[in-house]
């Protein structure tokens, strides 16, 4: 891991922490800094600001997680382990999705899980050797399967993360299969 990120996990790291235990408005950059034991200044280096700094963990902990696995055929995976971060973090993801200010992170969130869908149809017609002729059709899917998907995980991790994970994941994986039957 180089340098830069390793500050960047640091940084992240305290600011999660902090936003388990404290209200996400109370929370300063000088907080974030003290917590992680930099000078504030070195926050904004790598950051503009606490929102910027919200997105980056989400991006950098989710490409982390999936990087090896993000592949057509490993969808269900993909899934399982997105739930299951979810789950891990769900008190700092759950106070994030309460936060009036942070209503961007909910946009963000939904436009992530839509550009995941897009690499996988992408690949999956690449693997294929089919070409998209009905573009509108694959559109409309992916943002079908993408802001289905992320209202429901919004609402998932509202509501604690309940059913588990891995039941959640059983749930949701018979739902789409069993899409393609209606």
């Not at 869908?117 to 992916?142: C, G, K, R, W």
Request: aromatic content about 18%.
């Amino acid at each position: 891991m180089d340098r830069q990120n390793e500050t960047k996990e640091l940084i992240a790291s305290s600011f999660k922490y902090l936003v388990c235990n404290k209200p996400i408005d109370k929370i300063s950059i000088t907080d974030i800094m003290n917590q992680a034991n930099f000078r504030r200044q070195t926050f904004y280096d790598y950051f503009d600001d606490k929102y910027d700094l919200v997105t980056w963990i989400f991006l950098y902990e989710i490409t982390e997680l999936t990087r090896s696995s993000f592949h057509w055929e490993n969808w269900e995976q993909v899934l399982f382990l997105l739930l299951n971060y979810l789950e891990k973090n769900k008190k700092y993801y759950k106070k994030l999705f309460l936060n009036v200010k942070l209503d961007s992170f909910k946009d963000y969130f939904t436009y992530t899980i839509k550009q995941g869908f897009q690499h996988l149809a992408d690949e999956y017609f690449e693997q294929n050797n089919q070409i998209i002729e009905q573009v509108e059709m694959t559109e409309v899917t992916i943002n079908f399967y993408a802001y289905g998907l992320s209202q429901l995980l919004h609402e998932w991790v509202l509501g604690g993360c309940l059913p588990p994970s891995d039941a959640y994941h059983k749930l949701l994986t018979q739902v789409i299969h069993n899409s393609s039957h209606f």
